[in-house]
T-cell receptor, first 116, second 112 residues
Framework: GAVVSQHPSRVICKSGTSVKIECRSL??????MFWYRQFPKQSLMLMAT?????????EQGVEKDKFLINHASLTLSTLTVTSAHPEDSSFYIC????????????FGSGTQLSVL | QKEVEQNSGPLSVPEGAIASLNCTYS??????FFWYRQYSGKSPELIMS????GDKEDGRFTAQLNKASQYVSLLIRDSQPSDSATYLC????????????FGTGTLLAVQP
């Protein structure tokens, strides 16, 4: 099956620093990747849609200058949490849409971000 | 009204019983419906997808969709302790094929 690699799996950082999370489709090309955030015991909240070679589309209420998304190739999208604060602590998950099977989404393993 | 609603549970069933998980959605234009299983601290894993009214069976899992009632359910037959997890209902936003909106999930606990 299709594999989506996401790393780091866990990161602890100081308040004010920036953290980059990578999402990589290992054995397929993904024109579109999605970034979600999940707080404890809550559902996945869609943050943004990332399309290769174009600007990401952010959901209402998500600050684009805070959460920088880059989708430079058909296999890699990155999310950078800039000037992280404790309230940004969450589980971040990416998913990738298969170029040849658009109805299927494949999820990365998630990144647990803890901001001290 | 939330876009996708689920009972948070926990839903407790004995081993071997049928677990029934329910989900309602608000967007009448949604065309694709998914059930994901998520273990604590892990990313979601696709269990079933359903696109048309009626039942769809895959092994011990049966998804049911009723678009008129805006209702989708998941039945798990012969429940096993390993089925204990949070089950997330996801619905595509109309006009955006793979932009999924997730419910808050139902925690299922299968008692040995």
């Amino acid at each position: 099956g299709a594999v989506v690699s996401q790393h780091p799996s866990r990161v602890i950082c100081k308040s004010g620093t920036s953290v980059k999370i990578e999402c990589r489709s290992l054995d397929f090309q993904a024109t579109t990747m999605f970034w979600y955030r999940q707080f404890p015991k809550q559902s996945l909240m869609l943050m943004a849609t990332s399309n290769e070679g174009s600007k990401a589309t952010y959901e209402q209420g998500v600050e684009k200058d805070k959460f920088l998304i880059n989708h430079a190739s058909l296999t890699l999208s990155t999310l950078t949490v800039t000037s992280a604060h404790p309230e940004d602590s969450s589980f971040y998950i990416c998913s990738a849409q298969h170029l040849l099977a658009a109805e299927k989404l494949f999820f990365g393993s998630g990144t647990q971000l803890s901001v001290l | 009204q939330k876009e996708v609603e689920q009972n948070s549970g926990p839903l407790s069933v004995p081993e071997g019983a049928i677990a029934s998980l329910n989900c309602t959605y608000s967007d009448r234009g949604s065309q694709s419906f998914f059930w994901y299983r998520q273990y604590s601290g892990k990313s979601p894993e696709l269990i079933m997808s359903i696109y048309s009214n009626g039942d769809k069976e895959d092994g011990r899992f049966t998804a049911q969709l009723n678009k008129a009632s805006q209702y989708v359910s998941l039945l798990i037959r012969d429940s096993q302790p390993s089925d204990s997890a949070t089950y997330l209902c996801a619905v595509n936003r109309s006009g955006a094929t793979n932009k999924l909106i997730f419910g808050t999930g139902t925690l299922l606990a299968v008692q040995p």
